[in-house]
């Protein structure tokens, strides 16, 4: 049987997964799903990595150098959460022996996204019986996150950090009345690039041809939103717009759109069913993401993926909820979703996709039938993990 022979390794191909609990709420919602997740994908070998607050403490880094060897070695990881915190509490919270060592802290996801380029944050917003079934694509490498400078005092040393900035804002009608001009006056740099966002378009291209293979019953021409502020950021909103039309000569199937981006905030509370794929750059798509986990429930729901040409970081779009951490009652949902997003991404294998599809219903069900507290239920941690592999069977 030597031609049944790449068929068969295919489907069986292992899988190395890692796993990133973190902080907070994210050891127990590892604990609580990791056999879950071993048997629904059996041929996932799940690595544990450590990452988060508690390795910036103890070592001056939130990624310790052996997670990324294993990254490294790795096909795509899980994240569970992680703390982050303002720099001058972090330097308070570092091991004795580091303070005052010159290390900075850097959020770990913001590692992970630049360090591996992991260019879109996808974030599908659905629910089975909620009015919304769309998915945003964040720009996760430059736009108005990309700079922010507080300028040096105007009577400082030409030659200082960012004095040059002045020149272009000295004028602005406020910036002239900010008398003393010391330490008072800060600048963000939106910037834009036809190469970030080709690629962005491209992803959301192939996401909204995926979704309409998915539903096939569908009429809807697959729609990419670009929400953008065309109108006030003119210059950066037209490389945008420039880049976003050459990709879509590449896609005839897909139906480009360009939006305010205000408007289809108020549009994704009132009208959400009349979006498919929404594309942003870093702020813009960060806050409209937020909106769409309002509109199914909760953070508690909120998949996402942090995808690059190379690797992907899959994790809930919440955090590491101090103010629940160690009562076993935090919501897994998000976690588990993320778990069948990043099945999804890698699995082209039947054997791998029917699984996903199956953890995914299980979980909407448990929504259902054991809710946690932030659904307004009463079921803790391992109990709607129970619910979920009663529906699977297992
Ligand atoms: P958060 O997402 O941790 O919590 C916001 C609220 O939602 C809290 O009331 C929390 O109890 C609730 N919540 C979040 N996830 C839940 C779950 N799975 N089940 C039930 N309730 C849940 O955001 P917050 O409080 O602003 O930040 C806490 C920490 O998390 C901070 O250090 C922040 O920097 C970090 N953070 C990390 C993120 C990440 O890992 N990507 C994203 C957002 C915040
Ligand atoms: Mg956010």
Known sequence: ????????????????????????????????????????????????????????????????????????????????????????????????????????????????????????????????????????????????????????????????????????????????????????????????????????????????????????????TPTVTVADKPNILRDSARVIRGAVEQVAKEYPQVAFDFANADAVAMQLVTDPARFDVIIAENLIGDILSDIGAGLIGGLGLAASANVGDDFAVFEPVHGSAPDIAGRGVANPAAFLLSAAMCAEHLGAPASELAPAAKLRQAVYAATRTAPTLDLGGIATTSEFVAAVRAELGL
């Open 1 to 220: 049987m030597e031609t049944d022979q790449p068929a068969t390794a295919k489907e069986a191909a292992p899988r190395r997964i890692t796993l990133l609990p973190g902080d907070g709420i994210g050891p127990e919602i590892t604990d609580a799903c990791r056999g879950l997740i071993a048997e629904v994908f059996p041929h996932w070998e799940l690595i544990e990595a450590q990452i988060g607050w508690s390795q910036w403490c103890a070592h001056g880094n939130p990624i310790p150098q052996e997670t990324w060897e294993t990254l490294g070695r790795s096909d795509a990881a899980l994240l569970a959460a992680i703390t982050s915190k303002p720099a001058r509490e972090a330097e308070k919270e570092l091991a004795p022996h580091l303070r005052g060592t010159g290390l900075t802290y850097r959020s770990p996801i913001l590692q992970l996204r630049q360090r591996l380029d992991l260019f879109a944050n996808i974030r599908p917003v659905t629910l089975p019986g909620a009015a919304a079934d769309f998915t945003i694509v964040r720009e996760n490498t430059e736009g108005l996150y990309s700079h922010d400078y507080l300028l040096p005092p105007h009577d400082a040393p030409t030659d200082s950090p960012h004095h040059h900035l002045w020149a272009e804002v000295v004028e602005d009608s406020t910036v002239a009345r900010a008398v003393d001009k010391r330490g008072d006056v800060a600048v963000s740099l939106r910037v834009t690039t036809s190469f970030a966002w080709h690629r962005l378009a491209r992803q959301a291209a192939k996401l909204a041809l995926a979704r309409q293979a998915a539903n096939p019953d569908s009429e809807a």
